[in-house]
């Protein structure tokens, strides 16, 4: 068990209502008949009227919300019934919204219209942009001439009080003719027709900020942005979750939050409060990855035939002895062995399409494993990266999989060992579209006690039809939900359990980490008496131990040769930087940065901040609470630096029938090292092996009647 909080990206937002009230005055606005869209100006036309909102919210659905600053003077909803409504949007209805009795459902739609107020804040570094409903904070760092791109970050408050970081990429009209590349004719014109509706945003130079270009306006095309899913390409832009290294940190995802609520609390603090959510230590259990890659090697001892179909020999041969090398049991062949492991060197899709020839890719089937690596994803890899040895581990964890598959048997994992008395059914559903028809099958991997594996379809036919119908119903009930059915388990004792992907994510702890990455950063201004600064040193000398002090004598030493009264920061920090790095040197860091709060190294990294600050960044974590049970895991658990590319999506346990899921048995099978390089995996691994088989096997016809139906015990 932990002593840490572990935040997430829900918050509690708490207002003063009177003091709103007295202030602001809210409107809603909806259709007659119908559902607002994107495309309608009426949001930025509010934002640049006379009757200048303060900001503008609009998510989905069938209404928007304005923030108006409140005046005695002007009735609201009759001037913007007269002025903007009357002619060019008759079937737009607005009312004015009590602030006193707002609906506690909708209470996040206030906290989203105060956050969206923030684009009028000034910055130099960044923009704040209420365009379009939304919230979209930019800056002239995230800009790419040569592509003609600019990235913003969306913030996006939900209806559960998650908050939402999604990158989105403005491009401008200058590239027109490449949004229309690569697609049909009849694609063409569907794309134009698109681009002709879809707002269209210039850049006003004199702020950076983004404004809506109006149809009457005339704005030169290089000048018009438009935001498309997905951008050219179909290259996703990304933008860092987060990250220590302070230099990184601002332009980071939780530094830009953080941003936004520091000018959101600096603005509007006195009419609401935010607060972060996070689970407490005594609900979680933690446990840390151990990395086991000996795991995978000892499950191929079988020999391995390594294929080519290429006509790059260099290359095969230089696969074959990377491979030889991890000490694994290899032979050469011209063609696949039936029922032995085999790795096929092929070319990509995009080569085949070029030459117009057969794509060589070849599925595994019941009784012989294939894993296909291509020729350009190798010499790409060798391009970007040291050494080719995790891509070639990846391949073996992969190639171990379906031995596993094909084998019937898990031998990757004991099994056996967790001493379960009953079988377990793990499942999910997949939809086919077969000549137009929706054909909803569910897929089951049934694991027994010993490991054995047996898989099964339920489609909807005679035997299976009251089965199939129960867990339809199942998954339909989560249509319109948050949360999403990713996997279902049930076991012979009749319990059921469903595995959710919800809406909630792993976040640092935003206030404190970013006091601590931001605050004594800044040295230019730092400046102390020579006379002071060395009395502290000799406190800390004296308290450490003789044989370990010697760096911090010797910088004392420098501070003493200084002909100067006074020690500037930079000084500090550029003859700091020449004593190398040792724990004493990490620990008189420390005690400067306590005494004078600046940092003469930022510690980036470090066990104790991590338990601090973004604990529930690292490792895997259950969190067993009144709500129910919900865990993460780490699946980038090497790229752990202080550097973090992407948050931990949260997922529950959520019981439908019967007993809860062992959470023992949940811990095990996601600490396990041979689904990811490096890291756990984030569902438990046997649905790692029905993937395989659904997807990357030639599957034969399966039966779905007898024991497996028996056994499936629904209510």
Aim: include cysteine; charge should be positive; aromatic fraction near 12%.
């Amino acid at each position: 068990m932990n002593s840490n909080k572990h935040y997430i990206n829900q918050f509690d937002f708490q207002y003063n209502k009177e003091l709103i009230h007295r202030d602001f005055e809210i409107l809603v606005f909806r259709k007659s008949e119908g559902y607002l869209s994107y495309y309608e100006m009426i949001f930025d036309t509010l934002l640049e009227k006379n009757l200048k909102a303060v900001s503008v919210c609009f998510s989905s659905g069938n209404e928007a919300f304005a923030l108006y600053e409140k005046s005695s003077s002007v009735n609201l909803v009759n001037e913007i019934r007269k002025t903007l409504l009357s002619e060019s949007k008759p079937d737009i209805i607005v009312e004015q919204l009590d602030i006193l009795n707002f609906d506690n459902k909708k209470k996040y739609k206030l906290f989203q219209l105060f956050l969206n107020a923030c684009s009028n804040s000034q910055s130099d570094r960044f923009s704040f942009n209420n365009i379009t409903g939304r919230l979209l904070v930019s800056s002239h760092l995230m800009a790419n001439s040569f592509k003609k791109q600019r990235k913003a970050l969306e913030i996006k408050v939900n209806y559960d009080n998650s908050i939402n970081l999604d990158v989105r990429t403005l491009t401008s009209l200058k590239r027109y003719n490449d949004f229309l590349k690569g697609i049909s004719q009849k694609e063409v014109k569907r794309k134009k027709e698109q681009l002709k509706k879809i707002p269209k945003y210039e850049i006003i130079k004199a702020t950076g900020c983004f404004k809506r270009v109006f149809n009457n306006e005339k704005v030169k095309l290089d000048e018009q942005y438009v935001i498309l899913k997905p951008a050219i390409d179909n290259k996703k832009s990304s933008i860092d979750f987060f990250s220590l290294n302070p230099k990184a940190y601002e332009l980071t995802k939780i530094g830009i939050l953080n941003n936004v609520l520091i000018n959101l609390h600096n603005q509007f603090g006195d009419y609401l409060s935010v607060n972060q959510k996070f689970y407490s230590s005594e609900d979680v259990i933690n446990e840390s990855f151990k990395a086991n890659q000996e795991i995978v090697l000892q499950n191929l001892q079988d020999n391995i035939f390594l294929v080519n179909k290429t006509n790059d020999s260099e290359i095969f041969e230089e696969i074959f002895n990377k491979l030889k090398s991890l000490n694994i049991q290899l032979k050469k062949s011209s063609k696949i062995k039936s029922t032995q492991p085999n790795i096929q060197l092929i070319h990509d899709k995009e080569y085949y399409q070029k030459y117009y020839s057969k794509d060589l890719y070849q599925k595994s089937t019941s009784d012989t494993p294939i894993q296909n690596l291509t020729l350009q994803q190798f010499i790409n890899y060798k391009k970007t990266s040291k050494t080719t040895e995790p891509l070639l581990f990846k391949i073996l964890n992969e190639l171990s999989i379906k031995n596993n598959i094909c084998k019937k048997r898990i031998t990757l994992f004991d099994w056996e060992s967790l001493g379960m008395p009953y079988k377990i059914h793990l499942g999910y559903k997949k939809v086919d579209y077969i000549k137009d028809e929706k054909q909803e099958t569910f897929f089951f991997l049934t694991i027994y006690p010993d490991g054995y594996l047996e898989y099964n379809a339920l489609t909807p036919n005679l035997f299976s039809s009251e089965l199939h119908w129960k867990l339809l119903e199942i998954y339909k009930s989560y249509n319109y939900c948050k949360d999403k059915i990713e996997a279902v388990i049930i076991t012979d004792n009749g319990d059921v359990n469903l595995i959710l992907r919800t809406n909630f994510q792993t976040y640092p702890d935003l206030k404190g980490v970013n006091g601590y990455v931001m605050e004594g950063v800044d040295v230019k201004d730092f400046n102390i008496s020579k006379e002071n600064l060395l009395k502290k040193i000799e406190t800390f000398i004296n308290e450490n131990d003789e044989e370990k002090i010697n760096p911090i004598k010797e910088f004392k030493k420098i501070i003493i040769s200084n002909p100067s009264d006074n020690i500037d920061g930079e000084f500090l920090v550029n003859e700091y930087k020449k004593l190398g790095k040792s724990k004493i040197i990490f620990e008189f860091n420390k005690y400067f940065k306590d005494i004078f709060n600046v940092w003469l190294r930022h510690a980036v990294k470090n066990k104790e901040v991590t338990e601090k600050y973004y604990s529930a960044l690292v490792d895997i974590s259950i969190a067993k609470t009144h709500e129910g049970v919900f865990y993460w895991a780490n699946k980038a658990m090497k790229d752990t630096q202080g550097k973090f590319l992407k948050s931990n999506i949260i997922r529950k346990i959520e019981v439908v029938q019967g007993e809860e899921f062992s959470l023992k048995l949940l811990m095990k099978t996601l600490n396990v090292a041979f689904v990811r390089i490096n890291a756990p995996t984030v569902l438990p691994f046997p649905v790692k092996l029905l993937n395989e088989y659904v997807n990357n096997y030639e599957r034969p016809i399966i039966n779905d009647t007898g024991d497996f139906l028996n056994n499936l015990k629904l209510k």
